[in-house]
């Protein structure tokens, strides 16, 4: 019987012990994203991204324009404006083609490669040496028994997003 306490008794402090532990040991991590001087920095000018490739699909600039204002709307406490900004992103929609993946038994294509490519321009006002000209691009497959336009929109949205993350990521992230 006394055996049967000190057995008890061990396993309960070491359980506290566990305890105490891993609460001494907590870590905090912020999921939002941004790594962003709340006091040095607190505006975005976001201008227009005209499309400037040889091939165009007139929707690609606003649904681009909307998914890069909301993310940033949504991941940072920046304040959007018109001019002066403390961050400041500009550029361009510098190409959008499609081209042959795959060609089946055959001969003949049974895989489109879209893809999209953006020209950004990037200043910090508040930290010169972060400013950067850099090309971001995404691709998206469809098969070739379909019409682009059947599958257009779904594939430029997947692209878009990837490629205002990669975006996100390079200004605000500092990952």
């Not at 929109?153 to 205002?164: G, N, P």
Request: glycine residues 2%; hydrophobic residues 40%; charged residues 20%.
């Amino acid at each position: 019987m006394v055996w049967i306490k000190r057995i008890f008794k061990s396993k309960a402090v070491g359980l506290l012990s566990c305890v105490f532990f891993l609460a001494a040991c907590s870590i905090s991590y912020k999921f939002n994203g941004a790594s962003i001087d709340y006091t040095k920095t607190k505006t975005i000018q976001i201008s227009a991204f005209p499309i400037r490739s040889a091939y165009v699909w007139a929707p690609m600039q606003s649904i681009f324009s909307n998914q890069l204002t909301d993310v940033f709307a949504r991941q940072t406490k920046l304040r959007q404006v018109n001019r002066n900004g403390d961050l400041q992103l500009s550029g361009e929609i510098v190409e959008y083609s499609q081209f042959n993946k795959a060609v089946s038994a055959d001969g003949f294509s049974s895989q489109v490669q879209l893809k999209m490519t953006v020209n950004v321009r990037f200043v910090n006002n508040a930290n010169h040496n972060e400013d950067f000209e850099q090309k971001f691009s995404a691709t998206s497959q469809y098969d070739s028994s379909q019409q682009l336009t059947a599958v257009q929109e779904e594939l430029v949205t997947q692209m878009v997003k990837d490629i205002v993350d990669q975006i996100f990521n390079a200004t605000v992230a500092n990952w």
